[in-house]
């Protein structure tokens, strides 16, 4: 399964951007996709992840601000971000996972920065 990212950019605090991962896959049964993001010296962390059973679960840090949809035929996942704030700053990857538990993430696209500046 290959995933592509596309979106990524800069933005000013409060702002907006919305990321794109395109899946070679049409089935999203059994299926669980999320984005994960990692600033430079920090771990890498979820944002959040939309399972096969169609249920969507965020970040603490991002809920109200960051919303998770999906498109199926061939599979899209999105994220829109709004009120963005400095510390969004990091590389978004997109993962899937071959489980509707979500795990292991074996699919990672390349990554799309995200800069949000004050």
């Known amino acids: 399964i290959q995933l592509v990212e596309s979106g990524g950019g800069s933005a000013q605090a409060g702002g907006s951007l919305r990321l794109s991962c395109a899946a070679s896959?049409?089935?999203?049964?059994?299926?669980?996709m999320a984005w994960f993001r990692q600033a430079p010296g920090k771990e890498r962390e979820l944002v959040g992840q939309f399972d096969g059973d169609g249920r969507i679960t965020y970040a603490e840090s991002v809920k109200g601000r960051f919303t998770i949809s999906q498109d199926n035929g061939p599979i899209t996942l999105y994220l829109q971000m709004i009120d963005l704030k400095p510390e969004d700053t990091a590389m978004y990857y997109c993962a899937a996972s071959p489980n509707s538990w979500c795990a292991p993430w074996n699919y990672w696209g390349q990554g799309t920065q995200v800069t949000v500046s004050s």
């Open positions: 896959r049409y089935d999203y049964r059994g299926f669980c």
